[in-house]
């Protein structure tokens, strides 16, 4: 049964970081692509940032134009593990992160293609 667990979430002030986590279980990520997407209270989930992964060694990233430059995504092949690095951190990213992964390595942060789903870990970013 293949199990994406976000963790890392908290509440901090803005200009301060977190890094999320996506821990995954019977699954592994070489040759597929994880994302992450955010839901604010009140909108619809956008996304914030992917890796495609080919071959198990090049890599492709995409973020969304709102993160980028403050934003990291990366992954650690031996502990199975996507991190999404978050800095200078604004009220505007307070939401709800959820990673994403499947096997489609299309370009760009739709959520299309995505097979599993994580529960969510909860940003929330205070003035």
């Excluded at 970081?17 to 592994?28: D, E, H, I, K, V």
């Excluded at 619809?44 to 995409?62: M, P, W």
């Excluded at 403050?70 to 951190?89: G, H, P, W």
Aim: aromatic share 12%; with cysteine; glycine share 12%.
């Amino acid at each position: 049964q293949v199990q994406l667990v976000e963790s890392g979430g908290g509440s901090v002030q803005t200009g301060e970081s977190l890094r999320l986590s996506c821990a995954a279980s019977g699954y592994t990520y070489s040759s597929k692509s994880v994302a992450w997407f955010r839901q604010a209270p009140g909108k619809e989930r956008e996304g914030v940032a992917r890796i495609n992964t080919y071959g198990g060694l090049r890599h492709f990233t995409y973020y969304a134009d709102s993160v980028k430059g403050r934003f990291t995504i990366s992954r650690d092949n031996a502990e199975n593990t996507v991190y999404l690095q978050m800095n200078s951190l604004k009220p505007a990213d307070t939401a709800m992160y959820y990673c994403a992964a499947g096997v489609s390595l299309t370009a760009g942060l739709r959520e299309t293609g995505f097979d599993y789903w994580g529960k969510g870990t909860l940003v929330t970013i205070s003035s």
